[in-house]
């Protein structure tokens, strides 16, 4: 998520083409060649949903057996208990007609609560970003954020990898990597920029997590002109519920400067998906305070050649020799429609035409100056 700073619309466009090996729902690999956009559908500011505020939607999922879509909401427990919504999306053959919530979960803690507000215990509130649905498990697998407040109260709270059951009830916590911890110096995780992606693959046998900004000791953070930003993506076993490998990703430098120069500017990974064998769409947001757009590089990554680099604790300071390799597919810069913050992506069910569907979804950050959107693209 990024957090609270727009004050502009954000202008995204599309332009898909290129040809890649895609896996739906970490299940048979299809071919994509291009993507075109069928439309979008908009969710009304702060729409009332069973007492809860709609908005912050900053992951989605599709389950084909029940032809539902899962959406987690990083809200921290502030307007709401943190939860995640269950909506049905209908479309014909060149649009959305209509997005229908049928039901909202809570998700809770290991004791049966719901979590703490981040106002009221900030080191136990959670910063939800990623939900996915694993049909072999039949449960779910979300991510929180934690926090990292160094200031004159320290707060400190790690991220966390958790699965739960349809009913939002604890199960059980990943293991996390010795580099993916929050400490009160420069070391590890920055604040908000930690697990904003998360994707099954290898027939559920295996789970990706990107990390959205590089760690202290893998170098400073995306800026205008540097070519060697490097974030992290996890791989873990699903059986052991450990992380197995890690891979250095290079981040595309911000896309425009700031207004005032010397204001908030942000390039990063808000989600990923798994599209093939050792394939990942990895989705990089750029945004620059006091300009109007966001923008959305999305591309192709390929793990197969990549580095191991899960016993590296600096990427700036021990030698690697290959990051994960990685070709654009969209630059969202030339569409000519308006596309808010852009936070996840899931494959959605066929088209009547049989061909498959990407569904895009956007954080609004609980702004009215932002939106809630559903973007469909046709997969040929």
Not at 30 to 42: A, Q, T
Not at 93 to 108: A, G, H, K, M
Not at 284 to 299: D, H, K, M, N, P
Request: hydrophobic content about 35%; aromatic content about 10%; some cysteine.
């Amino acid at each position: 998520m990024i957090k609270k700073i727009f004050s502009t619309a954000f202008i995204i466009v599309v332009i898909l083409s290129s040809c890649s090996v895609t896996r739906n729902r970490a299940g048979k690999a299809v071919s994509i060649n291009s993507l075109k956009y069928l439309g979008g559908y908009e969710i009304p500011y702060n729409q009332q949903y069973k007492g809860t505020t709609i908005g912050g939607l900053s992951g989605i999922d599709y389950d084909p057996k029940s032809k539902q879509y899962y959406l987690i909401c990083d809200d921290r427990s502030q307007i709401n208990p943190a939860r995640f919504y269950t909506v049905k999306i209908n479309f014909t053959q060149n649009r959305i007609d209509s997005v229908e919530f049928v039901n909202v979960t809570t998700l809770l803690q290991q004791n049966g609560a719901s979590y703490p507000s981040s106002k009221t215990d900030p080191a136990h509130a959670p910063d939800p970003e990623a939900l996915r649905y694993n049909p072999v498990m039949d449960k779910f697998v979300w991510t929180s954020e934690g926090e990292r407040i160094v200031k004159k109260e320290i707060i400190l709270e790690d991220p966390a990898i958790t699965i739960i059951n349809k009913e939002g009830k604890y199960i059980d916590t990943f293991a996390l990597p010795a580099q993916m911890h929050m400490h009160a110096t420069e070391n590890g995780l920055r604040q908000n920029g930690v697990f904003e992606g998360l994707t099954f693959a290898d027939n559920f046998k295996t789970m990706y997590i990107s990390v959205e900004e590089p760690l202290y000791e893998d170098g400073p953070r995306a800026g205008l002109q540097d070519a060697d930003t490097y974030t992290r993506i996890i791989k873990y076993d699903m059986k052991s519920h450990k992380p197995v490998q890690q891979y250095a990703y290079r981040l595309e430098p911000v896309a425009h400067a700031p207004v005032p120069a010397n204001d908030f500017m942000i390039n990063g990974i808000p989600d990923i998906l798994s599209i093939g064998k050792n394939k990942l769409l990895v989705i990089e947001r750029s945004f620059s305070a006091g300009i109007q757009a966001c923008t959305i590089r999305v591309y192709i990554t390929d793990l197969s050649n990549a580095s191991d680099i899960s016993q590296l604790k600096s990427l700036t300071e021990q030698y690697f020799k290959h990051p994960a390799a990685k070709k654009l597919l969209i630059n969202m810069d030339d569409l000519g429609i308006y596309i808010d913050n852009i936070e996840g992506v899931t494959f959605g069910p066929d088209l009547p035409n049989g061909h498959k569907t990407l569904v895009f979804v956007s954080d609004n950050n609980f702004a009215k100056e932002q939106k809630t959107q559903f973007l469909l693209f046709e997969v040929n």
